[in-house]
């Protein structure tokens, strides 16, 4: 176990990473990435991936390490925290990120569920088509009990999730959440970071046009030419398909800035919501405060 991490959580465009960068310059430690978009050695313009000269200079982890079409999931991540970890044992981990499972799994949270290849969840679909609920109802009572006593019948996508698994993993879903990551710090520092709404809304704004001025458009033009899997998560990025509605000339450039800002400030809104609910450890406070606080109890 590790004696001490850093967590840096909160919404889109609150400046999470220059908090990091300012801590990592004055503590012996690594910076690593919690962003579930900003895994991807893709379209690192669109989700706002450091530069490379910042990855090198504040001692970066695990941005841009998956190659699409690989899918990067929490237990995924969870497991190449574990490694980088082992390589960096006397400096002092900075987490920062938007994605709060990521965040969360580090306090020994969440179910280390397998990766499911994208065969055996169309196989599983193709055969629910055919058959329906009702049968995968009585299938999932069979060999998992408890589980089938906490979803409706009627609920097809946890139905889905819980045969998929199974098929697999050889497991269900019962044993899998029991099976909690490994917790792996002795102390933990989490901050989530606040700001006044109008300055986000401008932050917002900015950013989402300094993206669209950027590599981003040459980037999304690029990524169309690949052999497309619709169902990976990067073609869900934020921005992805106003981008695309403007190259192929659906819309105005000005027409898709807009619609970014606002697919943008919906985003903000869900986070700001989960980090005000979920992470009962989190404390919230604004970038000044944050940094001070950080650096006085460490």
């Not at 002092?92 to 969440?110: H, N």
């Not at 800035?257 to 700001?272: G, P, S």
């Amino acid at each position: 176990m590790y004696p001490l991490a850093i967590l840096i959580g909160g919404p889109t465009a609150t400046q999470k990473t220059k908090l990091a960068f300012e801590i990592q310059k004055k503590l012996p430690s690594i910076v690593i990435n919690s962003d579930s978009m900003q895994v991807y050695n893709n379209l690192c313009s669109l989700t706002n991936v450091p530069s490379n000269e910042e990855i090198k200079k504040y001692s970066c982890n695990l941005f841009k390490f998956v190659e699409y079409p690989e899918k990067c999931n929490v237990g995924f991540w969870f497991t190449n925290v574990v490694r980088v970890l082992s390589q960096a044992k006397e400096k002092i981990p900075i987490f920062v990120g938007g994605t709060g499972l990521y965040l969360e799994s580090l306090y020994g949270k969440i179910s280390p569920i397998p990766e499911i290849s994208e065969k055996v969840e169309k196989k599983i679909k193709k055969i629910h088509k055919k058959q329906g609920n009702l049968s995968f109802f009585k299938k999932l009572q069979q060999f998992d009990e408890i589980y089938s006593t906490k979803i409706s019948r009627n609920d097809t996508q946890r139905l889905l999730r819980a045969i998929t698994v199974k098929v697999a993993t050889g497991k269900n879903l019962t044993y899998w959440h029991s099976q909690v990551s490994k917790k792996l710090f002795k102390k933990i520092l989490y901050l989530t970071i606040s700001v006044d709404r109008s300055k986000l809304y401008k932050s917002i704004d900015e950013r989402c046009l300094n993206i669209m001025k950027s590599n981003a458009l040459n980037e999304v033009s690029n990524f169309l030419k690949k052999k497309k899997k619709i169902d990976h998560p990067l073609h869900k990025s934020i921005g992805f398909k106003v981008i695309e509605e403007y190259l192929t000339g659906i819309k105005t450039f000005n027409e898709s800035l807009d619609l970014f800002r606002q697919e943008t400030r919906r985003y903000a809104k869900r986070q700001i919501t989960w980090f005000r609910n979920r992470p009962k450890e989190a404390i919230e406070m604004n970038f000044s405060d944050a940094k001070k606080y950080l650096l006085k109890n460490i």
